[in-house]
C-alpha cells in the first residue's frame, strides 16, 4: 500500500503520540506500582507490600533487567541508570506498541482473530471471556489478562500455530 506525503505524515505524528502515551504510562506504572523511578532510586521490594505475587515477580524481573541495562550504559552511576531506565521504559513502551500494531495488521489480512480492533467488543476476546467464566475478575482484568497473553506469551508461536492450521 502506497502512501502519498499527507498521510505518511500524519501516520509518523500518530504513531509518535502513541508511543510518547505509552511510554508516559509505562513510566508511571514503574514508578506508582513497581518503586523505580526516573532519578534512578529503586524502592527495595520488600516495602512493595501492596503488590500481588505476580506483580511482586514483576518487579523482581524490571529490577534484573534495569541493572542488565545499567550495567551496559557508559558514565557515573547515578548517569548510568537514568539512561537504563530511559532505555527500560522506550523498549517496554515500544515492544507493546509494536506487537499491538502488528496484531491490528494480521486482523485486517484475516490471519488472527479480531482481538484488538473493537476492545472488549471483539470476537476473540468475547470468546475469551465466555472459557474464562469470570475467574479472572471482572471485565477489565481478563481483558488485561488477554492483552498480556496476546502480547507477551510468544505470541510468534501462536501466530505460527494458526498459520500452520489454515494451511492443513
Known amino acids: 500500500m502506497v ?9 509518523a505524528k500518530t504513531v509518535a ?11 508511571d506504572q514503574l514508578r506508582g506500582v513497581f518503586g523505580l523511578h526516573p532519578d534512578g532510586v529503586v524502592l527495595p521490594l520488600e516495602k512493595l507490600t501492596h503488590l500481588s505475587p505476580d506483580q511482586h515477580a514483576a518487579a523482581r524481573r524490571l529490577r534484573d533487567l534495569l541493572e542488565h541495562y545499567t550495567a551496559g550504559a557508559a558514565g557515573k552511576d547515578s548517569d548510568r541508570r537514568k539512561v537504563a531506565y530511559e532505555r527500560m521504559v522506550l523498549e517496554i513502551s515500544f ?14 489480512r484475516g490471519l488472527v482473530v479480531e482481538c484488538v480492533r473493537k476492545g472488549t467488543g471483539s470476537a476473540g476476546f468475547q470468546m475469551f471471556e465466555r472459557i474464562s467464566g469470570g ?3 471482572g471485565r477489565y482484568d481478563t481483558y488485561r489478562v488477554f492483552l498480556e497473553c496476546l502480547l507477551f506469551l510468544d505470541p510468534y508461536l501462536r501466530l505460527w500455530d494458526q498459520l500452520r492450521c489454515r494451511r492443513t
Open 3 to 11: 502512501f502519498d506525503k499527507e498521510t505518511r505524515n500524519l501516520l
Open 17 to 27: 503520540t502513541c508511543r510518547r502515551r505509552l511510554a508516559g504510562d509505562v513510566t
Open 95 to 108: 515492544t507493546a506498541f509494536n506487537r499491538l500494531a502488528a496484531l491490528r495488521l494480521c486482523e485486517e
Open 135 to 137: 475467574a479472572l475478575g
